[in-house]
C-alpha cells in the first residue's frame, strides 16, 4: 500500500524528519550517538528481515532463517541492556560479568515471552520431528546477548572512552 497524496507534501515531511533527525545525532555525546545509530540500524535490520520473511514465508521455507533474527534480538536486547546499565553505573571500574549476568537475564525474560506468545498466537515453528523449535532461540537469544555485552564493554572501555 502507497501513499497517494500529494507528493511535495510527503518530500518536506521527509525532508522535516531527516533535518529534525540530524540535528539531534549532531547534538549528542559520542556514546549516545553509537547507542543510536547502533540499535537503529540493528531495529531497522530485525524489522526488515522479520517483514520480509513473513512476507515471503521464510520461516517455513529456510529453517536457519529463524537463526540470524534471533541473534540480531537478542544483540538488541543486549545492546539496549547496556545502555541502561552504562547510564545508571556512569563511575568505573565496570565488570564485564555483572554486564554478562544483566544482559542474559534480559535477554531469557523476554525471550521466553516472546515464545510463549509465538506459542498462543500459533506462530512456533516446528522442526521434522514436530517439536517447537523454543530451545534453540533462546540459546541463540542467549548467544546475541552476549556478543552484545563483549562488544558494548570492548567498545566503551576505559583505555576507548579515554575519558576517566
Not at 549528542?28 to 547507542?35: C, Y
Not at 543486549?78 to 564485564?96: A, K, M, V
Amino acid at each position: 500500500m502507497y501513499y497517494s497524496g500529494d507528493p511535495t507534501r510527503v518530500r518536506r515531511l521527509s525532508a522535516s524528519f531527516s533535518f529534525r533527525y540530524t540535528i539531534i545525532l549532531l547534538t549528542m555525546s559520542r556514546e549516545k550517538m553509537i547507542f543510536f545509530v547502533v540499535f537503529a540500524l540493528g531495529a531497522a535490520a530485525l524489522a526488515y528481515g522479520n517483514t520480509l520473511a513473513i512476507r515471503d514465508s521464510l520461516y517455513g521455507e529456510l529453517r536457519w532463517f529463524d537463526i540470524p533474527i534471533h541473534f540480531l534480538a537478542g544483540f538488541l536486547v543486549g545492546w539496549t541492556y547496556f545502555s541502561i546499565w552504562f547510564r545508571r553505573n556512569s563511575n568505573p571500574p565496570y565488570r564485564l560479568v555483572d554486564l554478562l549476568i544483566g544482559s542474559l537475564i534480559s535477554v531469557i525474560i523476554i525471550g521466553v515471552s516472546w515464545e510463549i506468545l509465538e506459542w498462543r498466537v500459533g506462530l512456533a515453528i516446528l522442526d521434522s520431528a514436530g517439536r517447537v523449535d523454543t530451545v534453540i532461540d533462546l540459546i541463540i537469544d542467549c548467544v546475541g546477548a552476549a556478543v552484545a555485552a563483549v562488544f558494548s564493554f570492548k567498545l566503551f572501555s576505559r583505555e576507548l572512552l579515554g575519558s576517566y
